[in-house]
């Protein structure tokens, strides 16, 4: 059955460095999304992309946020300047046409900065 | 603003007995609701959705869930509870304050199944 994948599993990096999550959404899908999870705390979204540009994104997707699928099969997320606060799960999904079906995620990127 | 509560940090339930975890919602108009299990380093996993139609939707691994309008609930349930149920299980909406597919979460609820 058809996944989506995301690398690195575990990222560590310094305080002000940008670093870049990526995934595979599954191969048909359209509509992709990445969520967070700070310990403890609920998934939130951050992002929506369709049709190559951003439809919607949250207030904690800020300037130092982007998105971008490069080379169409590839869904990256980049935090240009990393914060102790962005410290947490990151989570790719995506859905087949059709956004209101049910999303399919990624086992996540757990981002620590230090 | 849509959101979603799950009252239950955790539900502890013994096996073959009957499980509930129990989620509202509040939003205007009719959502559309989700439940996801997350299995430790798993990603989240679908379990079942309510979109319209029959309040009572069946889902994966013999989960079902009730859309109940007027309590604004959306409870997920299993007849008879396994072991491997254990997980942290979220209710979600959508659909409603923008057409993106946008998830809003609630803050999870930790099911328990002991022997």
């Known amino acids: 059955e058809p996944e989506v994948t995301q690398t690195p599993s575990h990222q560590v990096t310094q305080m002000g460095q940008e670093v870049i999550l990526r995934c595979v959404p599954i191969?048909?899908?359209?509509?992709f999304y990445w969520y967070r999870q700070i310990l403890g705390q609920k998934v939130e979204f951050l992002v929506s992309?369709?049709?190559?540009?951003?439809?919607?994104k949250s207030e904690i997707f800020d300037d130092q946020f982007s998105v971008e699928r490069p080379d169409g099969s590839n869904f990256t997320l980049k935090i240009r300047s990393t914060k102790l606060e962005d410290s947490a799960m990151y989570f790719c999904?995506?859905?087949?046409?059709?956004?209101?079906?049910?999303?399919?995620f990624g086992p996540g990127t757990r981002l620590t900065v230090l | 603003a849509q959101s979603v509560a799950q009252p239950e940090d955790q539900v502890n339930v013994a096996e073959g007995n009957p499980l509930t975890v129990k989620c509202t919602y509040s939003?205007?108009?009719?959502?559309?609701l989700f439940w996801y299990v997350q299995y430790p380093n798993r990603g989240l996993q679908f379990l079942l959705k309510?979109?319209?139609?029959?309040?009572l939707v069946k889902g994966s691994y013999g989960f079902e869930a009730e859309f109940n309008k007027s309590q604004t609930s959306f409870h997920l349930k299993k007849p008879s509870a396994l072991v491997s149920d254990s997980a942290l299980y979220f209710c979600?909406?959508?659909?409603?304050?923008?057409?993106?597919?946008?998830?809003?979460f609630g803050q999870g609820t930790t099911l328990q199944v002991k022997p």
């Open positions: 999904a995506s859905t087949r046409p059709g956004p209101l079906g049910e999303q399919f």
């Open positions: 191969s048909n899908h359209l509509y």
């Open positions: 992309f369709y049709n190559n540009e951003i439809s919607e």
């Open positions: 939003v205007s108009g009719n959502p559309y």
């Open positions: 309510y979109i319209t139609g029959d309040n």
């Open positions: 979600a909406s959508s659909g409603l304050s923008s057409n993106t597919g946008k998830l809003i």
